[in-house]
Nanobody, 115 residues
Framework: QVQLVESGGGLVQAGGSLRLSCAAS????????MGWYRQAPGKQRELVAG???????NYPDSVKGRFTISRDNAKNTLYLQMNSLKAEDTAVYYC?????????WGQGTQVTVSS
């Protein structure tokens, strides 16, 4: 089992920045992929940033150039730096981990961007 705890969400004005954190604990050896997803009301959950065990990252066009995913292996923590935030970035953000073909999710953290 992998336990994930997100933090760092909140209310920010459009154009502002936030950094989300996801602390992982438990059986973290063998994690293949870590990512951040978001889900806005009435919409499907979508991937906004991912990083593989080799360090390769990917972003959808909607956040490319504004969001940066990173990880601190020593702290077992995943980060999402979000800059130039827009109202459409408002959503609940979830940390996701894939370990040996099993997925684990955090509880989510709300990000609200006021225009």
């Amino acid at each position: 089992q992998v336990q994930l705890v997100e933090s760092g969400g909140g209310l920010v004005q459009a154009g502002g920045s936030l950094r989300l954190s996801c602390a992982a604990s438990g059986s973290i050896f063998g994690i293949n992929f870590m990512g951040w997803y978001r889900q806005a009301p009435g919409k499907q959950r979508e991937l906004v940033a991912g990083i593989t065990s080799s360090g390769s990252t990917n972003y959808p066009d909607s956040v490319k150039g504004r969001f940066t995913i990173s990880r601190d292996n020593a702290k077992n923590t995943l980060y999402l730096q979000m800059n130039s935030l827009k109202a459409e970035d408002t959503a609940v953000y979830y940390c996701n981990v894939v370990r040996r073909n099993r997925e684990f999710w955090g509880q989510g953290t709300q990000v609200t961007v006021s225009s």
